[in-house]
């Protein structure tokens, strides 16, 4: 198997004497909120030993589901799938407030891996009802995050699915309106669906603060800056992940020629590098970076192997283990740290 050779470029560089590359996005792969949740089964598993339940996938990542299953970690749909007193965490997307009723009329022993970015939409949306705002949720009908967010002030939210929607939208007081958003969206459709609501309603008013998540934003630049010297981008990350969707489409959007999704390497289908010279490669904040090793070391065995990082931005970002896991663990004398993927720790502090 060829080694792939990296060189990192902000500006994509060109194509070298065997004609072939893969300009590889950064950043790609883990955010802040996924490898804290996933972190934090991780050490629920070793703590209070296994079975540790999860309502719902912990995160969009059928690799990760998994691999965490084959440690002890049980899946479930909903909380009174749990034994009663036992331990379950609750995805990084987030759930309502009568999930947590739900859980602790069970006497759950509940850890909530929620995002901090989505906790964030989770408290604009219970403010802007408090003050009896019509708030419009642009996002997916039925994805969790949606699910949560809603939950928090049902008789004052709708959720807008896109664009061509907002003609079914109905307020109370065009002048007491808000939008807010699900974290994972693809920001140019976002900005479409709220320039359109804007034309209905002209004193729509912004959230506080930009709701897309800044891993989404920032995967998307990167896919927008090489997608255009691709004849094809293969985004990795499974097919529930919104945010990995969004990308095959903003890599489409952007001037590849093709793009395609796949959940690992064995999906490829190497008819696809057919006439290719240069194949993007990135992967949703779901995806961890082994799986896209994968892909890189089977495109290099079909004589890709110059690697071209092609970077927009550099993130730092990290977050702490969420309070309840975080508070047990210090009782027990244990580092409340969270390892990165990468070498790093995480500040024992938790995020505003």
């Keep these: 198997?060829?080694?792939?050779?990296?060189?990192?470029s902000g500006t994509p560089a060109r194509p070298t004497a065997t004609g072939k590359r893969v300009l590889l996005a950064a950043p790609r792969g883990y955010c802040a909120g996924v490898d804290r949740a996933v972190i934090a089964v991780e050490k629920a598993l070793e703590h209070y030993g296994a079975p540790v339940y999860v309502r719902k996938e912990i995160v969009h990542n059928k690799f990760v589901v998994e691999t965490l299953a084959a440690r002890g970690a049980v899946f479930v749909e909903e909380t009174d799938e749990v034994p009663e007193g036992s331990?379950?965490?609750?995805?990084?997307?987030?759930?309502?407030?009568?999930?947590?009723?739900?859980?602790?009329?069970?006497?759950?022993?509940?850890?909530?891996?929620?995002?901090?970015?989505?906790?964030?939409?989770?408290?604009?949306?219970?403010?802007?009802?408090?003050?009896?705002?019509?708030?419009?949720l642009i996002g997916h009908d039925g994805h969790e995050e949606v699910e949560g967010t809603y939950g928090e002030a049902p008789d004052h939210i709708q959720?807008?699915?896109?664009?061509?929607?907002?003609?079914?939208?109905?307020?109370?007081?065009p002048d007491r309106l808000i939008w807010i958003s699900q974290t994972t969206l693809s920001v140019d459709e976002t900005m479409d669906t709220v320039r359109r609501l804007r034309e209905r309603f002209p004193n729509l008013q912004d959230p506080p603060?930009?709701?897309?998540?800044?891993?989404?934003?920032?995967?998307?630049?990167?896919?927008?800056?090489?997608?255009?010297?691709?004849?094809?981008?293969?985004?990795?990350?499974?097919?529930?992940?919104?945010?990995?969707?969004?990308?095959v489409e903003v890599a489409l959007d952007a001037g590849a020629r093709t793009s395609y999704r796949v959940d690992q390497a064995s999906e490829i289908d190497l008819a696809w590098?057919?006439?290719?010279?240069t194949v993007g490669v990135t992967s949703g904040a779901s995806v961890p970076e082994i799986l896209v090793k994968d892909v890189l070391?089977?495109?290099?065995?079909?004589?890709?192997?110059?690697?071209?990082?092609?970077?927009?931005?550099?993130?730092?970002?990290?977050?702490?283990?969420?309070?309840?896991?975080?508070?047990?663990?210090?009782?027990?004398?244990?580092?409340p740290a969270v390892p990165r993927r990468d070498g790093r720790k995480?500040?024992?502090?938790?995020?505003?």
């Excluded at 995480?346 to 505003?352: I, T, Y």
């Design 87 to 136: 331990h379950v965490v609750f995805s990084a997307h987030g759930v309502s407030p009568a999930v947590h009723a739900q859980a602790a009329a069970r006497n759950l022993q509940t850890i909530d891996a929620t995002c901090p970015l989505v906790t964030k939409v989770h408290k604009e949306a219970v403010r802007f009802a408090s003050e009896d705002y019509d708030i419009l």
């Design 346 to 352: 995480s500040l024992d502090v938790q995020p505003a």
């Design 209 to 247: 603060s930009d709701d897309i998540c800044y891993a989404t934003q920032n995967r998307q630049v990167a896919v927008k800056k090489l997608a255009p010297e691709c004849d094809l981008v293969i985004t990795v990350g499974s097919a529930n992940s919104s945010n990995s969707v969004r990308l």
């Design 1 to 8: 198997m060829t080694t792939p050779t990296v060189s990192a």
């Design 297 to 335: 070391a089977l495109l290099a065995e079909h004589g890709f192997g110059d690697v071209q990082e092609v970077r927009t931005a550099t993130e730092d970002l990290m977050f702490s283990l969420p309070r309840e896991l975080r508070a047990d663990l210090k009782a027990a004398g244990k580092a």
């Design 159 to 173: 959720v807008v699915n896109s664009p061509d929607a907002v003609a079914d939208v109905v307020v109370r007081d």
């Design 273 to 277: 590098l057919d006439g290719v010279t």
